[in-house]
């Protein structure tokens, strides 16, 4: 019987599956999570305008620090089948901070996820979280997603640094490729439904070879086994606009796990969220100390575990533990890297584009679950997610005229929508509490 106390589960939440079992929905794990990982590597890459030998090493770290934080979380942490992995909330943030240099980013989120670690394990978290209401977590699931397109634009048109004119072919396959991922999750059956976007990067890969618009000679070149070496060193500089921006990046992460975990809790059990709310964001926050220390992205539990789990009716935490050290793993094979940095930035962008579809619907669905809308919640949610992506649409030639402060918070729609969306929900239009 599962231990999770329902019969709907091959193996529940602390049973043990047989070894080769194990292994196979572990390696299962790993296909479905791939594509999340090589997305956010190639945006921040491209952000940062890394070298295709630095943009491997980007990759590497991201592997082994998602890789060990999802060990850590699934085995002392949540103890949830949740996997980590680079959060996109996080990587909005990285992107718009990047012109202050990778040391500005990294003393500002090394600080920021300290403090997170910090309240969840004081338990001051508890108090924050309670502004985070259905209207705020909303908007912010649905910024994440808007926000992100002005850096999804330049990759569907196929501009890159060796292709300066944008191409009408490109943006027609990558426009293709959005439909059949969706239609691929909407239509397949079981386990292979969530493999959505990893067939979908497949397809598009083999696509645009013909297209010669993947180089193959970084594959050639790799060797086999080397030991992952940080692309950049570890210099934080302070700089409190920043470490403003990453602190309010922090509190979205922290819904994000939050959300995560109550949507595992509703196809498990609950008994232990009360203990795995507050390890889990304490964890959040630590492998977001070592994230700044490597200079990448800070990781996030992601919200596809109950997806799976339902399809595979396999809640054990102990496959995501082995999914963790094959995903860490990974980054010792530099050519399985490379193999993975194939991918074209269209391919990337159309694989985003269907899971942050995915999003917006949720943020949707947060919005109106369980009420009838107000004429508030219009305003409450309509004004800050238009200026949050009115923002991000920003020229990036405006936004470098701007003063330091201006600049970090009207050159990043995210946290922009997050104060603003703060200031309508609790103060401008905040409800007259029922006496």
């Given at each position: 019987?599962?231990?999770?106390?329902?019969?709907?589960y091959l193996y529940g939440l602390d049973d043990h599956p047989?070894?080769?079992?194990?292994?196979?929905?572990?390696?299962?794990?790993?296909?479905?999570?791939?594509?999340?990982?090589?997305?956010?590597?190639?945006?921040?890459?491209?952000?940062?305008?890394?070298?295709?030998?630095?943009?491997?090493?980007?990759?590497?770290?991201?592997?082994?620090?998602?890789?060990?934080?999802?060990?850590?979380?699934?085995?002392?942490?949540?103890?949830?089948?949740?996997?980590?992995?680079?959060?996109?909330?996080?990587?909005?943030?990285?992107?718009?901070?990047?012109?202050?240099?990778?040391?500005?980013?990294?003393?500002?989120?090394?600080?920021?996820?300290?403090?997170?670690?910090?309240?969840?394990?004081?338990?001051?978290?508890?108090?924050?979280?309670?502004?985070?209401?259905?209207?705020?977590?909303?908007?912010?699931?649905?910024?994440?997603?808007?926000?992100?397109?002005?850096?999804?634009?330049?990759?569907?048109?196929?501009?890159?640094?060796?292709?300066?004119?944008?191409?009408?072919?490109?943006?027609?396959?990558?426009?293709?490729?959005?439909?059949?991922?969706?239609?691929?999750?909407?239509?397949?059956?079981?386990?292979?439904?969530?493999?959505?976007?990893?067939?979908?990067?497949?397809?598009?890969?083999?696509?645009?070879?013909?297209?010669?618009?993947?180089?193959?000679?970084?594959?050639?070149?790799?060797?086999?086994?080397?030991?992952?070496?940080?692309?950049?060193?570890?210099?934080?500089?302070?700089?409190?606009?920043?470490?403003?921006?990453?602190?309010?990046?922090?509190?979205?992460?922290?819904?994000?796990?939050i959300g995560s975990l109550q949507s595992m809790e509703a196809?498990?059990?609950?008994?232990?969220?009360?203990?795995?709310?507050?390890?889990?964001?304490?964890?959040?926050?630590?492998?977001?100390?070592?994230?700044?220390?490597?200079?990448?992205?800070?990781?996030?539990?992601?919200?596809?575990?109950?997806?799976?789990?339902?399809?595979?009716?396999?809640?054990?935490?102990?496959?995501?533990?082995?999914?963790?050290?094959?995903?860490?793993?990974?980054?010792?094979?530099?050519?399985?890297?490379?193999?993975?940095?194939?991918?074209?930035?269209?391919?990337?962008?159309?694989?985003?584009?269907?899971?942050?579809?995915?999003?917006?619907?949720?943020?949707?669905?947060?919005?109106?679950?369980?009420?009838?809308?107000?004429?508030?919640?219009?305003?409450?949610?309509?004004?800050?997610?238009?200026?949050?992506?009115?923002?991000?649409?920003?020229?990036?030639?405006?936004?470098?005229?701007?003063?330091?402060?201006?600049?970090?918070?009207?050159?990043?729609?995210?946290?922009?929508?997050?104060?603003?969306?703060?200031?309508?929900?609790?103060v401008v239009f905040a409800e007259k509490s029922k006496e």
């Amino acid at each position: 019987m599962p231990s999770s106390g329902s019969d709907q589960y091959l193996y529940g939440l602390d049973d043990h599956p047989p070894w080769g079992l194990t292994l196979l929905y572990a390696l299962q794990w790993a296909v479905i999570i791939f594509p999340a990982y090589i997305v956010t590597a190639k945006i921040a890459a491209q952000a940062l305008h890394l070298s295709g030998t630095e943009e491997a090493r980007f990759l590497q770290i991201t592997l082994v620090c998602s890789g060990l934080g999802t060990l850590v979380q699934t085995l002392w942490g949540h103890r949830y089948p949740l996997v980590e992995g680079p959060a996109t909330a996080h990587l909005l943030t990285f992107v718009s901070l990047s012109p202050l240099g990778v040391e500005a980013i990294q003393g500002a989120s090394l600080a920021a996820a300290g403090c997170l670690a910090l309240a969840a394990a004081t338990g001051a978290m508890k108090f924050v979280v309670r502004l985070f209401t259905p209207n705020v977590v909303g908007v912010i699931l649905m910024l994440i997603a808007f926000s992100l397109l002005p850096h999804l634009i330049p990759c569907l048109l196929g501009l890159d640094a060796q292709h300066v004119e944008p191409s009408v072919i490109v943006l027609a396959v990558s426009l293709a490729l959005v439909v059949l991922m969706a239609i691929l999750g909407q239509h397949l059956k079981g386990i292979w439904r969530t493999c959505n976007l990893a067939l979908g990067l497949l397809v598009g890969t083999l696509l645009f070879t013909f297209l010669d618009r993947v180089t193959w000679n970084v594959v050639s070149t790799a060797s086999w086994v080397s030991l992952p070496r940080p692309w950049v060193g570890f210099s934080p500089r302070w700089h409190v606009d920043a470490f403003a921006a990453f602190l309010l990046t922090y509190l979205a992460i922290a819904v994000n796990s939050i959300g995560s975990l109550q949507s595992m809790e509703a196809v498990t059990v609950s008994s232990r969220t009360p203990s795995a709310t507050p390890r889990g964001l304490a964890v959040n926050g630590l492998c977001g100390m070592v994230c700044s220390f490597f200079g990448v992205v800070g990781t996030v539990s992601y919200s596809t575990g109950p997806g799976v789990v339902l399809a595979s009716r396999v809640a054990s935490c102990f496959p995501l533990a082995w999914c963790g050290i094959l995903v860490a793993v990974a980054a010792f094979v530099p050519k399985l890297v490379a193999i993975l940095s194939l991918v074209p930035s269209a391919v990337v962008a159309a694989a985003l584009c269907v899971a942050m579809a995915g999003q917006v619907g949720a943020g949707l669905a947060v919005v109106g679950a369980g009420k009838t809308l107000a004429a508030r919640d219009y305003f409450v949610v309509g004004i800050p997610v238009l200026l949050g992506t009115l923002l991000a649409f920003l020229p990036s030639s405006f936004i470098v005229t701007m003063s330091g402060t201006v600049r970090i918070f009207l050159g990043n729609g995210l946290v922009f929508g997050i104060i603003v969306v703060l200031l309508l929900e609790h103060v401008v239009f905040a409800e007259k509490s029922k006496e």
